[in-house]
């Protein structure tokens, strides 16, 4: 099984509109985190948001808010009022295990392109 | 900017050749991790360390090596080289903490063109 899926390989949306980004995860590993990541035109990655396995509040940064359904294993990014420079690839990726102990796991979603019209 | 640089932004060479790609990472930060992105396989991670010592291994090939040095700069060595490396090739950096929301800073990447 996919351990990040992203269904939604495009979207198109109207700017000042609200747009949600779907990623369903997959793990056993009761900690684990989860990351929004933007890749404009240019190539580079920007983090976004994170969001914790035992975090009891979804995360919000901004703009960006992270819609947890743990029960669901579901990590969706909402982005209130879009603007056109958030047209750019968007991954989710999950995290597993823990850097201290040096099993850490970073696994990446295959991306949506998000394109704002104006 | 991340506060991560990458050298080289863009390297073409030909097949069955061999490159260093060069990562240094944000001041402070102990863990650096290299990636690679191609249009086929998507963002893989390949693999990771932490002061100097690995600590985890991804999808990377065993013509593919890295090593950080003492002073935490990363270099990620590609060997004979095939067409199928050509990629966008990353480096992230993050500080271990002691809650787990630490993030990864990407650098701006390495362009690599395999001819």
């Known amino acids: 099984a996919q351990k990040i899926t992203q269904t939604q390989p495009g979207m198109f949306v109207q700017e000042k509109e609200a747009v949600t980004l779907d990623c369903t995860y997959d793990?056993?590993?009761?900690?684990?985190?989860l990351f929004w990541y933007k890749q404009p035109s240019s190539g580079e990655m920007i983090f976004l948001i994170y969001?914790?396995?035992?975090?009891?509040q979804n995360a919000t940064e901004g703009r960006y808010s992270l819609n947890f359904q743990k029960a669901r294993k579901s990590a969706n990014l909402v982005i209130s009022a879009s603007q056109l420079g958030d047209s750019a690839m968007y991954f989710c990726?999950?995290?597993?295990?823990?850097?201290?102990?040096?099993?850490?796991?970073?696994?990446f979603g295959t991306g949506t392109r998000l394109t704002i019209i104006p | 900017d991340s506060g991560v640089t990458q050298t080289p932004k863009h390297l073409i060479t030909a097949t069955g050749q061999r490159v260093t790609l060069r990562c240094s990472p944000r001041?402070?930060?102990?863990?650096v991790y290299w990636y690679q992105q191609s249009l086929d396989q998507g963002l893989q991670f390949l693999i990771q360390?932490?002061?100097?010592?690995?600590?985890a291994k991804g999808n990377i090939l065993e013509r593919f090596s890295a090593q950080q040095f003492p002073d935490l700069h990363s270099e990620l060595n590609l060997s004979s080289l095939e067409l199928g490396d050509s990629a966008l090739y990353f480096c992230?950096?993050?500080?271990?903490?002691?809650?787990?929301?630490?993030?990864?800073?990407f650098g701006p990447g390495t362009r690599l063109t395999v001819t």
């Open positions: 360390y932490y002061n100097g010592e690995e600590r």
């Open positions: 001041s402070g930060d102990l863990s």
């Open positions: 992230a950096s993050s500080v271990e903490s002691g809650t787990p929301s630490y993030e990864q800073y």
């Open positions: 990726a999950m995290r597993e295990g823990w850097l201290s102990f040096g099993n850490e796991k970073l696994t």
């Open positions: 969001q914790g396995s035992y975090d009891q």
């Open positions: 793990t056993s590993d009761p900690s684990y985190g």
